[in-house]
């Protein structure tokens, strides 16, 4: 990793990845409201997961409930309970996230 020829390729790799979890919940989103007549989606999303939270927050989730620190007596991790309302017609999948 220290051959500084790696270092052009790794960066065009980011650049090229970056916009993958924004494009893959839109996604998910368009096939969810293809597949059911309800347009509410609900998702987990752990508390430690800044990178994570933060895509759903700009995506328009809302946190409706998080877990209390007692379960980590059962060994899990605090989560998130996030829900949206997508609206009907209005999904378009090259939305972009800083748009
Ligand atoms: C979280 C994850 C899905 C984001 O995918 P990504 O392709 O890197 O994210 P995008 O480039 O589409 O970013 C979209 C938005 O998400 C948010 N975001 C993504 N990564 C972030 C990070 N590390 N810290 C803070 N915000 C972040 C930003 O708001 C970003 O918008 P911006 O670029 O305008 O600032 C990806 O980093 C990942 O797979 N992480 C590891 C696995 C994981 O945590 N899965 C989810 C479990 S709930």
Redesign the pocket.
Known sequence: MSDPSFIPLLGNVGHI???????LLKACEELISKMNSSLVVYLH??VI????L??YK?AGYSIIKTDNILVWLRLQQRKHLMFKELAPNTLNFDDQ??E
């Open positions: 990845m970056k916009g993958i979890g924004w494009h999303c752990r997961d800044d990178g994570p933060s895509l700009k996230p800083n």
